[in-house]
């Protein structure tokens, strides 16, 4: 039987780990077995060791976990904890490439143990769900039960990191024994070259995304969209996601969720961040938090006695976006009240920050206001100080007479998005002349999103002159 060895690496680690839960971030390691395969040089058999070891996680292991395993929390009682062990598994897997059955959740795994442990670790990765799923696509499973009971593969020892280990590296030899050689190298070749995908998604899905900027929607079993995202670099940016790492919980479930990707390409970033904002706040995406619907979103004015008002986005909409903010909600004005009345001696009744009828408000009490609650300041001079301390969070008036245009033209000069601006809000985009037209003859009722104010707000304090007046 020839030796798989020399066709893609000189060594290779088979890795197999059991935990206690599938969340790389907070579960941990209960077991580690390894099986390292080197070539040998002079061309005689491989060189196979062998090793495994419980391993002490610190935590209770789940009945469901320990049902399945076989690993009880007395067995892992005593044994070492993965800090002790992480320099020994580091030179057993320095220089191989990790080899293991779905191997984005046992290197995820390795990543965050290490990590824990003060070192960094990286490696090629090849998993062989994904290798058998491209050498036998007409198989419906390519789960390890599937692949030792299709392949005829001894593994007494099921569940248990070395025995799973073994059976990746029995599966690999059974290969290069039933398959021409060439098939299996293209095989390895190709997917050493691919970020590790999930092992749902076609090999092929980043192909089909484009490099450019635009909005990406990852989609479970259902039609509402589990998590919208948005980049200069599609490709890139959703390659990241499965990177391997599992750096954060939500790229972990969506690993395992996701079932589908639609890309909504745009000429550049401000269409990208225009569309994506609006898309969260329509389709409410499951993983998506930040750019959430902000119905609880407003505006600060001040009313015709002076006095600070919280204006929620629901009486925004339709008109234009004059006062103070934008806030995500009346909470956040609140807090920016008291810190401009803790940073210019401001009252706290008087900017309704305190419901005290009489006497001296909490920050006269504390010496931080001039005295407008106890008469030793006027209410006249008091409201003027504070339209002079409101005045960095002012929304300027909008400088034109009606609608704006930002036009914005690919890299490449083949798309040029025009987007539709009124009084801070966004109208639409238009991709040619009768889209614009038509947001300019009917253009929607505006609606206020706190999120794309500031957007605008910043590009115009940075590039006026990208604003031009439609007419």
Request: proline share 8%; glycine share 8%.
């Amino acid at each position: 039987m020839s030796s798989p060895l020399r066709l893609f690496a000189p060594a290779i680690a088979f890795v197999d780990l059991e935990t206690t839960g599938t969340h790389a971030a907070g579960d941990r390691v209960t077991e580690v077995g390894i099986v390292r395969v080197e070539a040998d040089p002079d061309g005689g058999p491989p060189r196979v060791d062998e090793w495994g070891s419980l391993v002490d996680p610190g935590v209770p292991i789940p009945p469901a976990i320990q049902a399945i395993t076989g690993i009880t929390d007395a067995m892992v009682r005593g044994a070492p904890a993965f800090g002790s062990l992480a320099a020994d598994i580091a030179r057993r897997l320095e220089g191989a490439v990790f080899v293991a059955h779905n191997a984005r959740f046992d290197f995820g795994f390795l990543k965050h143990e290490f990590a824990r442990a003060g070192r960094e670790f990286g490696a090629k990765v090849l998993c062989t769900v994904r290798l058998s799923r491209r050498l036998f696509p007409e198989q419906a499973s390519h789960g390890l039960d599937a692949v030792i009971g299709r392949h005829a593969l001894d593994v007494p020892d099921r569940h248990r990191a070395l025995g799973d280990a073994r059976a990746l590296w029995l599966f690999v030899r059974s290969l290069y024994a039933t398959l021409p050689a060439e098939s299996i190298d293209a095989a390895v070749r190709r997917l050493l070259k691919t970020p590790s995908l999930p092992p749902q998604l076609p090999a092929d899905v980043l192909e089909g995304i484009p490099e450019g900027p635009g909005v990406y929607l990852f989609y479970g079993e259902n039609p509402l969209p589990l998590y919208i995202g948005k980049s200069r670099h599609l490709r890139e940016r959703v390659a990241s996601h499965f990177s391997g790492d599992w750096r954060s919980e939500t790229d972990q479930r969506l690993s395992a969720e996701i079932r589908r990707i639609e890309v909504q390409p745009t000429a550049g970033e401000l269409g990208a961040l225009l569309r994506e904002a609006m898309l969260v706040k329509t389709l409410m995406p499951a993983h998506n938090r930040a750019l959430r619907r902000k119905t609880d979103a407003g505006l600060l004015r001040l009313d015709p006695d002076g006095l600070p008002a919280f204006v929620p986005a629901a009486a925004l909409a339709g008109e234009a976006v004059a006062g103070y903010g934008p806030f995500g909600s009346k909470r956040a004005m609140r807090d920016a009240l008291m810190a401009l009345a803790r940073d210019h001696a401001l009252c706290w009744r008087r900017l309704a920050l305190e419901r005290r009828a009489e006497g001296p408000c909490f920050g006269r009490q504390v010496r931080r206001c001039a005295g407008a609650c106890e008469g030793a300041e006027t209410g006249e001079a008091h409201d003027a100080r504070l339209r002079e301390a409101l005045a960095p969070l002012a929304v300027p008036a909008w400088p034109f007479a009606g609608p704006a245009l930002v036009r914005e033209a690919s890299a490449d000069g083949s798309r040029c998005d025009v987007h539709v601006l009124r009084d801070w809000n966004w109208l639409g985009t238009a991709r040619d002349d009768g889209d614009l037209a038509q947001l300019l003859e009917a253009p929607p009722r505006p609606q206020f999103d706190s999120d794309v104010t500031r957007l605008l707000l910043r590009l115009w304090a940075k590039a006026p002159e990208a604003f031009v007046p439609a007419r």
